[in-house]
């Protein structure tokens, strides 16, 4: 059996959180959110951001996405989405299945500026013949595995205030995003910063399980009724407050990140040394080194990872994912055929 | 801390499952429900139900109704289903959000019947001008404890094969209804009756998750396409996978509805040999005894559940859900102060 | 060549709108209601109703009905409705098809008064898992000729207020009726004690056309933005302004209205004098007199109308349909059959 | 007041139309469509396309574009079209509002062949991660003035063909792309290339009015329940009918076209003869002539035109259409000022 680089949800939760489950396995609670350690995990979120946002527990990334953004946009607004952004090319059009256009801003670096959105704005002033752009979609980390800086999204969110536009942040890898070793973000700062964005579970050491966190006040009503009529209620939400109350306890949820970190960066550095180059330059999980045909043959006979790009006939660009269950042996053996090879 | 009878999805799951979630955390296996379990447990519902369904797994009930009526109607078509069915009144209008319409038939035990639907066809002839009916939608059991028998299906299944209708059982709780001593109705047969069913796992010993089980070739193609674009697709389909084959594995789950039917019985048992009468004559893990205010109000201090429905100044009707994990304890103690009291 | 009583959409138009069209042919103007003769005509109508309300004019019934619908409400907000509303049973689930729920009440009389709301609202809180009632809807004339009198829209509309509910009226027979004998009712009125109408043109001498009249200020915002994405706006809304626009001078739209009624009206007292009953007792320009399948069958011989229900054996309720362009001749020659055979 | 060459549907409709509104006015006909009128005038089209397509009239072109996409697909299916595409830019979201995603391909001029598809079905095979390319959508003339030839459309419709994809052409400016002076297509042609595509009305002389005809025998199945349920079906359907009678009759309709076409290409003429350049190179009712901003200036004297694009700082690109109504008085004051000016 080949090990696996391909992504970071390959296997299953942190042991923290079976033991819990089992621990918990016969209390009697109140279902569909409403049991004690679902109120628990979110009071540990709302201390860390020091914000009293409504939050909300949910199975899945998409699922965050399309019930985030259907709730918040009347039908004729939609969706301003840097171009590789999650909602515009992995979901199966979820996001306009509500009913919502999405517009797509070209970034070789995954991330939206004040000045890549101007002219999106300016292109739609022929009211009422164009949908009216009200919500800007960011990834932190972003799909390419880049991250935000705090001037970044301060000058991003200063702009969206100014022109009436909600930010969202897509948090499936916050926890990489924010513990990346150039991140000066922090989740508190990131709940000052957006109104709404949620705290990825799954890719970061949960079975299933997104936190969605409401810091802007106007968008908090009546948010649980479209949980429950995008069929996105949980009749054990127990199985998602577990999970998050572990996860959230002496920050778990952020030394399991920073852990996935480590992985790829000593992969990246291995490769930096052998004068490798990559498609970005990244420092969160997921790296995108550009390697001999060759080499990546090799590397091929003991390890699975996507050949994200050819670059051309010799080269090709992989992307290679740890996780937060990334143990140091499969690293090590893939540093040292590296080492053995360039 | 008070016993709860209020419903079947206040514990967390049977231990095998979590054994089997420990045993297998390790594992990396692919996404998206590609994983070995999610197969292994497709193959062994294959088995019971004789054919070769295409069976899909998602989170929860309200999930599974949603996505099947949506991925089976054409835009102008509507659902025809018993007033007290779990689309019409507990889903927060989720079939309506995907734009269905549901005709809605007042039924005193939940049922539907041919001569139920035959009406509402009648009525439905001002074309273009009305919703066509194209689906019927009936559960088993039913919200209200009740089942359908072998011919009743038979009957209601031939009858929407000659309107061109499709059927679709919920099955939220399939298994309390197959194991209810009075059912003659088996899972293979639901297969060849219906078009589409799910198998509930939320309500019988899991964590989350429900069998989609697709019978009619017509309705298989591209059904994948249908979960992701809900947001229904796990990206650890394993937790689906892995449940599913432990319930499946030696009729786990049958064993399980079975004794949560057996434990609302001899509640019933208990209370007929006392006189008491009930709103409907059930046989499944729902009951729903008529008592006196007082005796409600006794019971009340030990136990929790809900108070159904007001029948007179002096008398109400109260439900009383048993799970798979109700233990005699409770039961027993229940039964003694009715047998105190009555 | 029968005539016909089938409905108030049979002939073409007022001749008032035929000649305007004509003398405004060649004139170039500003397109999607932007034109002179549609501003012209919206001030007409806030001069009637001394508000200045938003006002836009679309096509038809039905996509008034969606239009305002789905623009007021949020994904999980529904409808209140009579059964007999125009929008249940003959817009092919256009309601449902934009995402909501419609909750339907049994009248009679298709009149909705708090009494018959109150319970709706007391049946809709189990939140988050019930669609939350938000708007009422009513016609005027209803579906069955029936009109509101003054004190019960100020009883109904005061009812919506303290409930939070938005009361919306259908008003594409809102000519009839305001102008049936029995009504004390004025636009004006109207216009205050709803939160959204419209006055129906299609019905009642145009070709085409309603005026959504959009009172609440809450509501007005970016309404425009869903009349285009819709598919509503017309490129030449001088059609809609300029037949407006003819219909609201001199009050030549309730001239109609009161002439259609009076022609129904003359029926309705021929048959009453002959010992007739009726199915409904209405004052406007729909009537529905109970027949004897002979007599049914003579008038049949030179008249078209439906036959509306089977009352016994021998005897059925017709639909009689009068309209604005109904002259005397087909009237006094259905009345004088009538005499000659009761 | 000047003269504007803004637009194609500034003035009312030929008289021949308003005629025959006004000779037909006083008969009784069947409604929402099934007048004789829109009999006869759906035959007259069957005849010139020699087909016996499904033909239904509706009122505007994003009527007729969201009523065809939303029939056609199922919720996970998309379309493709240019980015200059009608459907992208000028209807706020209209397809997007019935659930689809739009691919959007850059294209200089407007219209679409095999090589511009075949990278999209490639980006698009990630099952079910992303939405299926399902109907490619083409614009005759298109949103710059282009036209497809034969051979183009032929190659574009084997394509999709292979590769299961519907073809729909947008006719709003059907007769303009048809009666081109470079154009080798007819409508027949049209008819055996597409699936679907519409006829527009609005553009070419009626007041409203688009003819979409479905010639693919599988799509053509209960259209009429979208039409309905979307709002588009006109209760007085005679409007329609009698206006595309009018329109087909002894080719009306083409030579309406041909008329805009020739305004547009002596003002064409004159701008070559005087050494003007072009934006793109039309021979329908649109031309982009790129003048200096003095000659804008004192064209706008006169004349009322979009300024389009600006070139650089003395020269910019202006937008003339000529419609059905343009008179040569008009045409030849434009070009007698150009002759003065250059």
Redesign the interface.
């Known amino acids: 059996?080949k090990?696996?680089f391909k992504?970071d949800?390959?296997?299953?939760?942190h042991?923290n959180i079976?033991t819990a489950?089992?621990n918990?396995?016969?209390?009697?609670?109140?279902?569909?959110g409403e049991d004690q350690y679902s109120l628990e995990a979110k009071n540990l979120i709302r201390q860390k951001i020091k914000s009293d946002s409504d939050i909300y527990f949910v199975?899945?990334?998409?699922?965050?996405?399309?019930?985030v953004i259907?709730?918040i946009l009347?039908?004729?607004q939609?969706v301003i989405s840097a171009a590789t952004g999650h909602i515009l090319?992995?979901?199966?059009?979820?996001i306009?299945?509500?009913?919502?256009?999405i517009l797509s801003i070209d970034k070789e670096d995954g991330k939206l500026t004040p000045e890549d959105i101007i002219p999106v704005l300016e292109n739609h002033k022929?009211?009422?013949?164009?949908?009216?752009p009200k919500l800007v979609y960011v990834s932190n980390s972003t799909e390419l595995g880049t991250v935000y800086t705090l001037t970044e999204l301060e000058k991003l969110s200063a702009f969206c205030k100014e022109n009436h536009l909600y930010i969202f942040m897509d948090g499936a890898r916050m926890g990489h995003g924010l513990t990346a070793e150039i991140s000066d973000l922090t989740l508190e700062k990131v709940a000052q910063l957006t109104d709404v964005f949620y705290l990825g579970g799954?890719?970061n050491g949960a079975?299933?399980g997104e936190a969605i966190v409401i810091n802007n006040n106007e968008l908090r009503q009546?948010f649980?009724?479209?949980?429950?009529?995008?069929?996105?209620?949980?009749?054990?939400g127990?199985?998602l407050g577990i999970q998050f109350l572990e996860l959230m306890k002496e920050d778990l949820y952020f030394e399991l990140a920073a852990h996935a970190n480590r992985q790829a960066m000593k992969i990246k550095k291995a490769l930096k040394e052998r004068g490798a180059k990559f498609l970005s330059d990244t420092y969160t999980n997921q790296i995108f080194p550009i390697l001999s045909n060759s080499l990546i043959e090799k590397l091929s006979e003991k390890f699975e990872f996507y050949v994200w790009k050819k670059i051309d006939d010799d080269f090709s660009a992989i992307r290679i994912i740890t996780s937060w269950?990334t143990a140091d042996e499969p690293v090590d053996e893939f540093i040292e055929i590296i080492n053995n090879e360039i």
């Open positions: 059996m090990f696996s992504n949800y390959s296997e299953g939760c042991l079976l489950l089992l918990h396995n016969s209390d009697q609670q109140a279902g569909y199975s899945g990334g998409t699922q965050a996405n399309l019930l259907s709730s009347k039908p004729y939609c090319n992995n979901e199966t059009g979820a306009e299945a509500t009913g919502h256009k022929n009211i009422p013949h164009q949908v009216m799954t890719k079975l299933i009546d649980a009724f479209n949980i429950k009529q995008r069929g996105a209620l949980l009749a054990k127990r199985l269950n």
